[in-house]
């Protein structure tokens, strides 16, 4: 079955750190570029950060510029998104999504994970 399954989600007070992890399963992520988004109760799907299949190109939403982190290792077929100085307003359910030799951000995706809840409180 191919799949993407995130993971790393948790309650975390503000100004805390998560670490998510999207792993692939089923196929290599090796060609495809990886985006994060995130979901809040109420409001619509947004991007939150991108990595090219190399790994040389990132980018990322002007929201979590400078506390967030996307890295690949594609050796553990697995994506990384690093969440620094958490906010209240980033909770939210935070999803990962493959696109076959695609550059960044995404466009016609190809596999999404279930998603992992990520709640920002004190």
């Known amino acids: 079955q191919l799949q993407l399954v995130e993971s790393g989600g948790g309650l975390v007070q503000p100004g805390g750190s998560l670490r998510l992890s999207c792993a692939a ?4 992520l090796d ?4 985006g994060w988004f995130r979901q809040a109760p109420g409001k619509e799907r947004e991007g939150v950060s991108c990595i090219s299949s ?11 510029k400078g506390r ?6 594609n050796a553990k077929n697995t994506v ?3 969440m620094n100085s958490l906010k209240p307003e980033d909770t939210a359910v935070y999803y ?3 696109e076959l ?12 994970g279930q998603g992992t809840q990520v709640t920002v409180s004190s």
């Open 25 to 28: 399963s089923g196929f290599t």
């Open 31 to 34: 060609y495809y570029a990886i």
């Open 54 to 64: 190399s790994g040389g190109s990132t980018n990322y939403a002007d929201s979590v």
């Open 68 to 73: 967030f982190t996307i890295s690949r290792d």
């Open 80 to 82: 990384y998104l690093q």
């Open 96 to 98: 990962c999504a493959a």
């Open 101 to 112: 030799a695609a550059p960044c951000p995404l466009d016609l995706i190809d596999y999404w």
